[in-house]
T-cell receptor, first 112, second 114 residues
Framework: EPEVTQTPSHQVTQMGQEVILRCVPI?????FYWYRQILGQKVEFLVS????????KSEIFDDQFSVERPDGSNFTLKIRSTKLEDSAMYFC??????????FGPGTRLTVT | AQSVTQLGSHVSVSEGALVLLRCNYS??????LFWYVQYPNQGLQLLLK??????LVKGINGFEAEFKKSETSFHLTKPSAHMSDAAEYFC????????????FGTGTQLKVEL
């Protein structure tokens, strides 16, 4: 069964450093998303991506965040200068045309 | 704007008892509704979804949910709880069609006791 994969599973970084979180969506899906979940809180939408451009972004997704689909399979989230409050679980998701989003296992980002 | 309210951040049931997890939504357009389950240290797994058609939807692991437009609800039920059902459950709403973001509720932690 096809699935969304994410790497790394856990990333530890120092405040101010850049991180890139990687995702491989399901191959025939068209829409891609990033969500985050701060420990003990609900899952929050960050950004959606379709046809090689951002289709929607939340208030959380400020200038320090960017997304890219560098090739036909990967989808990345870059945080330019990490802050302590960026520590969270980051989930990638993808969907076809029916609105049913499939989530990856997540990357736990710890900023120290 | 869309929102989801999950009543009860923690629910505890006995093994074999009925599971009822409550979800109410707010949406200005016809919604798509979803329930996801998250086991400890794992990602989100889709349990079931409502898009159009039959308002009673069945999902994996014996769960089902009923879309009630008049009550703006989408409660999740399972007739008989199993120990393996212990997890966090999230209700989510999106606009109809593909490509729309999910708005999640705050989640309900289900505990199953012997």
């Amino acid at each position: 069964e096809p699935e969304v994969t994410q790497t790394p599973s856990h990333q530890v970084t120092q405040m101010g450093q850049e991180v890139i979180l990687r995702c491989v969506p399901i191959s025939n899906h068209l829409y891609f998303y990033w969500y985050r979940q701060i420990l003990g809180q609900k899952v929050e939408f960050l950004v959606s991506f379709y046809n090689n451009e951002i289709s929607e972004k939340s208030e959380i997704f400020d200038d320090q965040f960017s997304v890219e689909r560098p090739d036909g399979s990967n989808f990345t989230l870059k945080i330019r200068s990490t802050k302590l409050e960026d520590s969270a679980m980051y989930f990638c998701a993808s969907t076809g045309t029916l609105g049913e989003q499939y989530f990856g296992p997540g990357t736990r980002l710890t900023v120290t | 704007a869309q929102s989801v309210t999950q009543l009860g951040s923690h629910v505890s049931v006995s093994e074999g008892a009925l599971v009822l997890l409550r979800c109410n939504y707010s949406s200005s357009v016809p919604p798509y509704l979803f329930w996801y389950v998250q086991y400890p240290n794992q990602g989100l797994q889709l349990l079931l979804k409502y898009t159009t058609g039959a308002t009673l939807v069945k999902g994996i692991n014996g769960f089902e949910a009923e879309f009630k437009k008049s009550e703006t609800s989408f409660h999740l039920t399972k007739p008989s709880a199993h120990m393996s059902d212990a997890a966090e459950y999230f209700c989510a709403v999106s606009s109809t069609g593909g490509g729309n973001k999910l708005t999640f509720g705050t989640g309900t932690q289900l505990k199953v006791e012997l």
